[in-house]
């Protein structure tokens, strides 16, 4: 069973740095890309970033490009989202997932970033 | 950057009665690279449909899709008490992934 668990959410301040983290398990990691996908209260998902399986190749919605970089360790099963010069409108759950490179096929349950001071 | 819009924004129906959501894109996409989605309040969103009408492992096949060009479809032949939730399309046609504003489905 394919399973994702999201961790490393919480509350930062505007302007501070916050580092995602997703546990990957039941498949294997180096065969899939990966996408961070987010979702504001009340709205609906807004794509963020995908890696390619080897880790060599990365796009990103102009909304995070320059602040956030996502990565993988296929060793650890892993996949990460560093978040810097966060805003307020960067609140929301963020989605790990697997793909193929253009669409999430197997989501987890997210962790909830709240960017406030 | 590619835009996605949904119509209607609410589709009230009743089980047992047929469903038809629309989704538009801002420029003809690339290969038909459209997928659908399904979301319930507190979950995450569930894949139904790739590449305009190929059905994810598991989607009953009460859904199906169609579309080319800009003008997609989702279509639910007969609703059943779960498909009661929100729909949101989406396109993989160029490098930056958009989704759409979503359809609610309630009764």
């Not at chain 1, 009340?42 to 919605?61: E, H, L």
């Not at chain 1, 609140?91 to 997210?110: K, M």
């Amino acid at each position: 069973e394919v399973q994702l668990v999201e961790s490393g959410g919480g509350l930062v301040q505007p302007g501070g740095p916050l580092r995602l983290s997703c546990a990957a398990s039941g498949f294997t990691l180096s065969t899939y890309w990966m996408h961070w996908v987010r979702q504001a209260p009340g709205q609906g998902p807004v794509w963020v970033s995908r890696i390619k399986p080897d880790g060599t190749y990365t796009t990103y919605a102009d909304s995070v490009k320059g602040r956030f970089t996502i990565s993988r360790d296929n060793a650890k099963n892993t996949l990460s989202l560093q978040m810097n010069s966060l805003r307020a409108e960067d609140t929301a759950v963020y989605y790990c997932a697997r793909g193929p490179s253009g669409y999430p096929d197997s989501w987890g349950q997210g962790t909830l970033v709240t960017v406030s001071s | 950057e590619i835009v996605l819009t949904q119509s209607p924004g609410t589709l009230s129906l009743s089980p047992g009665e047929g469903a038809t959501l629309s989704c538009r894109a801002s420029q003809s996409l690339t290969r038909n690279y459209l997928a659908w989605f399904q979301q319930k309040p507190g979950q995450p969103p569930r894949l139904l449909i790739h590449d305009v009408s190929i059905r994810a492992t598991g989607i009953p096949d009460r859904f199906s899709g169609s579309g080319s060009g800009t003008d997609f479809t989702l279509t639910i032949s007969t609703l059943e008490p779960e498909d009661f939730a929100v729909y949101y399309c989406q396109q993989y046609g160029s490098s930056v992934l958009t989704f759409g504003p979503g359809t609610k489905v309630d009764f």
